[in-house]
């Protein structure tokens, strides 16, 4: 039923012009996800859920996501997916823009950041994520072209001093850095 409800979520999407991310990416968030027993995940950029999705069902079943998204019709949508995976009520919606709440966002100490939002905001998106990561966790910014080693950010992102980082080509690009600092 998983599998079923996750392509139900991308021809809903891509019928309706909403953004996912790609396969290979959710499949790649679930095997995070897994492999650390990520009990505590934030996103940022819910659209349909499909991302959260992956996520949510790989977590242990203590897990929590909070998720922020200020398009309160998108994240309705996304809430009857999670409602029917029956992983709903380990998924906190939070319909305000990210940066104008993060800073005083009360969790700490969490295992993964998913940023999948508009990049001209990525340098303050992976500011205020690392404020809330453990030691180890991982932030990790869906759309960051691997092949473009002009771009500022991806060079300010591969060289951040508190954090091992790459960016892999996958979808249109996703960078992952492990916080060591």
Known sequence: MDRE???E???KAK???IATVPEVVGRLLSV????MQANRILEIGTGYGYATLQMAL???PAGKIWTFDPYIERTEVARQFFDRAGVGDRIEIVNQPALEVLHIFPQ???????VDAPR???AEYLKQCLHVLKLSGLVILNGLTADDETDSFNRAFLKHPQLEAAILPL???LGIGARKA
């Open 171 to 173: 979808g249109g690009g």
């Open 5 to 7: 409800l996750l392509l």
């Open 108 to 114: 700490r100490n969490l295992d993964i950041a998913f």
């Open 15 to 17: 019928h309706d012009g």
């Open 58 to 60: 790989a977590q242990p």
């Open 9 to 11: 979520i991308e021809q």
């Open 32 to 35: 995070l996800t897994s492999a």
């Open 120 to 122: 001209r905001d990525y």
